[in-house]
Structures are given as structure tokens and as C-alpha cells.
């Protein structure tokens, strides 16, 4: 199968000969990975007889795995430009992710909600697409996920489970993040609002 249909049962179809013309001008390896807890997607500067190398989470929608893919891309070519003398979010990591997003808002590839949060996020990009809640709250509208709910929708006192079984009773908000208790040990832990999470069928 060629790269350009792949890549596009991943991405938005119009994107993917754009991304399989960077993989081969740089010389990329390109991955779609399992799903990863820690992170959406990875890049790894060149090493010794190595290249460089991409890999994206094969279970984010079209629109979040492009942006990943993106997102790595503009880690490459900061490396190119000026490997290691630069932090890895700073300011010629923010041009280069902007300049490389520029083709797919001119083509219109997003929707138009989230070509409008899409550019309200390039005025600053932030480390990770995941940190920027509006962003994040637009992407996570195409996932297309029924049987799960975000945090941030459900009641306080709410019981829910996470993806390892345990369950937990949804508290007050402390300035970003949910304090919950988690009723197996009775510790409390901190929660994104946009934390995906199962409501128990007691209920609350």
C-alpha cells in the first residue's frame, strides 16, 4: 500500500501527501504506534547511524493525530535548524509549528470549529496540544468515543472508574485540576477536567 494511503486512513485525506512528502524530504522514519498513556506522539533527533524518527498513537481521531504529527514535525526541524542549543517548547519550536500548520489551515482540512481553535492555539502553542483545554475540549469531539465522559461534564460527588478499574468520587476543583478521592484506598489524587472516565452505574 502506498505511504499517501496509509497515512490517510490515519489523517484527513487531503493532508497525507503533504506528510509523505515531508517523511521522505527529511528522511524520516515514520511511525503509528499503540496507544501510549504519557504521550500522543514522539520524535528522536538522529543518533549515530541513525535517522530521525516520528511516532504517532494509531487511536487519536484524524484531526488530533494530524496536529501530533505536526507537532513532531516542527520538533524536526528545530533540530535541524539548531539542535540542541534550544529549549524544546521555545520560541523557534512555536515558529516552525506554525509555519508547518500554515498549508492545512489555507486547504481547510478541520472543520470549522476547529480550524477557529486551531488558530486561537497558534497565537501561543503550548508544549502539548493536551494542555490547551479549548483546543483539547475541540479535538476531543471527533473521537467519537460513546461509552466514556469527560470529568469536567459530570456532577460533583459523581462515582466513576478508570481505564485500570479503579473507582473514584469526583470532588471540588482546584484551580485546573479535580480533586478526587479514590474509594479503593482512600487517597486523593488530581484529575484533568478533560480526564476521560466511566460513570459507575450507581451513579452518584
Known amino acids: 500500500m502506498e505511504k499517501v494511503d496509509v497515512l490517510a486512513q490515519y489523517m484527513p485525506p487531503e493532508a497525507a501527501p503533504v506528510i509523505a512528502k515531508w517523511i521522505d524530504y527529511f528522511q524520516c522514519e515514520f ?15 538522529p543518533f549515530k547511524e541513525l535517522g530521525h524518527k516520528i511516532s504517532v498513537n494509531n487511536n487519536l481521531n484524524r484531526y488530533a493525530f494530524l496536529v501530533t504529527t ?18 524544546p517548547h521555545g520560541g523557534e519550536w ?31 502553542p503550548s508544549a502539548s496540544s493536551c494542555t490547551d483545554l479549548s483546543l483539547s475540549r475541540a479535538l476531543k469531539k471527533y473521537d467519537g468515543t460513546l461509552d466514556h465522559s469527560r470529568l ?15 473507582r473514584f468520587k469526583k470532588g471540588e476543583k482546584l484551580r485546573k485540576r479535580f480533586r478526587c478521592e479514590c474509594l479503593d484506598n482512600g487517597n486523593t489524587y488530581l484529575f484533568s477536567p478533560l480526564a476521560e472516565v466511566i460513570v459507575s452505574a450507581t451513579g452518584t
Open 152 to 166: 469536567e461534564e459530570l456532577p460533583q460527588h459523581t462515582i466513576f472508574t478508570i481505564k485500570d478499574g479503579r
Open 94 to 124: 512555536k515558529h516552525n509549528f506554525k509555519r508547518m500548520m500554515t498549508p492545512f489551515l489555507e486547504q481547510q482540512v478541520f472543520p470549522e470549529d476547529l480550524q477557529k481553535a486551531i488558530s486561537t492555539y497558534l497565537t501561543n
Open 31 to 45: 511511525k503509528i504506534s499503540k496507544s501510549r498513556a504519557t504521550k500522543l506522539g514522539d520524535y528522536r533527533h
Open 70 to 87: 505536526v507537532h513532531e514535525f516542527a520538533h524536526l526541524l528545530t533540530w535541524n535548524d539548531h539542535k540542541n542549543k534550544v529549549k
